[in-house]
T-cell receptor, first 112, second 112 residues
Framework: TQLLEQSPQFLSIQEGENLTVYCNSSSVFSSLQWYRQEPGEGPVLLVTVVTGGEVKKLKRLTFQFGDARKDSSLHITAAQPGDTGLYLCAEPPGAGSYQLTFGKGTKLSVIP | DTEVTQTPKHLVMGMTNKKSLKCEQHMGHRAMYWYKQKAKKPPELMFVYSYEKLSINESVPSRFSPECPNSSLLNLHLHALQPEDSALYLC???????????FGPGTRLTVL
């Protein structure tokens, strides 16, 4: 099981600002998922990235997968209070495994 | 329908009580999971059921007892819990072990 490092741990910004959060590992990811978890709710899958260098967009969210598949970033443009939550990166289980390995998460607060 | 439901939403129990958490999915998924999540931490895997059989027990104390009555239902029986067991308990399901996991909203458990 590889270690996923997320940064920053906490981020508090004003509405309308842009931000980027990061997920890194010393090992190569087979694929990587980003989840958002709102307070009192379960994590919700935002995206899965598979190919090195891949960029995926989901409205104001842009996800990048590093060329070497060892890192990923999530960029939010013009953050809104509804973006508040815990952002988790996770490596899906490999063949024969059930273990979804989460990073420690980035707690984002967007202040109106 | 990608919904996983959990009941109850909130539960307060004493250390001598016996209670059960329930999880249900109707997506035909054959793998179901229990996770424990403490505040500001990522979810930690507790148990995995695959095809209604217990596949993984992550060294969870015996005061937590999982049960999978059928392919759609997953229970977690609680007995003689400790205050440090207070947490958000999340259920998830996936088509197979390596597929995307869908999470329920969780049960917020408080042990007095």
């Amino acid at each position: 099981t590889q270690l996923l490092e997320q940064s920053p741990q906490f981020l508090s910004i004003q509405e309308g600002e842009n931000l980027t959060v990061y997920c890194n590992s010393s090992s190569v990811f087979s694929s990587l998922q980003w989840y958002r978890q709102e307070p009192g709710e379960g994590p919700v899958l935002l995206v899965t990235v598979v190919t090195g260098g891949e960029v995926k967009k989901l409205k104001r969210l842009t996800f990048q997968f590093g060329d070497a598949r060892k890192d990923s970033s999530l960029h939010i443009t013009a953050a809104q209070p509804g973006d508040t939550g815990l952002y988790l990166c996770a490596e899906p289980p490999g063949a024969g495994s059930y273990q979804l390995t989460f990073g420690k998460g980035t707690k984002l607060s967007v202040i109106p | 329908d990608t919904e996983v439901t959990q009941t109850p939403k909130h539960l307060v129990m004493g250390m001598t009580n016996k209670k059960s958490l329930k999880c249900e999915q109707h997506m035909g998924h054959r793998a179901m999971y229990w996770y424990k999540q403490k505040a500001k931490k990522p979810p930690e895997l507790m148990f995995v059921y695959s095809y209604e059989k217990l596949s993984i027990n992550e060294s969870v104390p015996s005061r937590f007892s999982p049960e999978c009555p059928n392919s759609s239902l997953l229970n977690l029986h609680l007995h003689a819990l400790q205050p440090e067991d207070s947490a958000l308990y999340l259920c998830a399901s996936s088509q197979q072990g390596t597929d995307t996991q869908y999470f329920g909203p969780g049960t917020r458990l408080t042990v007095l």
